[in-house]
């Protein structure tokens, strides 16, 4: 889509990605709005919104809202609350969900970002994801924070179907110089949410140079990892206490496997009989 790949190479400020968040999450309803009405919503002036426009490429907002009346067809989403610290996020999220039913609040929430997260990214990304993996030589995952414990499982699944598996939950200089040498045959997928630190920008500069395919699955096409994808994948993150929520996250790997096992099925369905014919060899008691 023009507009998240404009928003991706353009050099924002603050102020200009909070605009592009807005215009990414609210695409289809801008089609029908004012300038007036856009930057009242968002916060800015009328003006902030214009330059945003020609900040991505565009002549002003109504040559953006046109190109977005073209061609936009769903949502996309970002959590709101990444960007503070975690007793901000505590104290945002309580003021606002204090007065409601925490547990039927709580499954709308969820529920949502599993949907949202499946929804917005188009079964076309999905499907250059999947035929990226099935044609890797060797796959690495990053997960690093709040994305740890969604790439450890995914990793642990695909490594059944393919052997060449590096799993990456920290920063340390051994982990990340395994990417140095990154070829045109290897696939990355990477987790990250807001807040976002130095490292993830420095991944991003080490991707941008190499020939590798880069899959980010993150909360925001401003996420600095995003700019170095080949495909984004965003999710929904929204919680209502300190943290992140990943259930959207998960449900995308999930959705990735299925749809790599169900499309390659003859390939896989052979390894995994060669796995459990080994397995069970090993399980067998000795007579």
Known sequence: MKLIK??????LTRQQQKIADYFVKNRNRICTMSLIR?????????????????????EG???????????MTEDLSKSSVGEYDLSQRFDIQTEKYKSLDLSVEMT??????????LRQNSSENYEKIVDALYGAKRVFLIGLRGGKGNIRQF???????????????????EDVAQLQDLSGDD????????RYYKIDRVLSELFKRQEAFHCA???????????????????????????NSTVGTLCVLEYLLTFLCWKYSAEYQERLTERDRLLNELRKEES
């Not at 709308?108 to 997260?117: D, G, P």
Request: with cysteine; aromatic share 6%.
């Open 108 to 117: 709308k929430l969820l529920l949502n970002n599993v949907e949202r997260s």
């Open 38 to 58: 856009v930057a009242k919503e968002i916060g800015v002036s009328d003006a902030s919104v214009i330059r945003f426009a020609r900040a991505i490429g565009y």
């Open 187 to 194: 696939v990355v997928i990477s987790i990250s949410y807001a």
């Open 217 to 243: 699955i993150t909360d925001s096409v401003s996420a600095p990892l995003a700019k170095s994808a080949d495909v984004v994948c965003l999710v929904e993150t929204q919680h209502m206490c300190f943290s």
């Open 61 to 71: 907002f109504t040559d953006l809202k046109a190109d977005l009346y073209e061609t």
């Open 6 to 11: 404009n928003i991706q190479k353009a050099d």
């Open 155 to 173: 990793g642990r699944l695909i490594s059944y179907l393919m052997d060449d598996v590096h799993v990456i939950t920290n920063g340390e200089d």
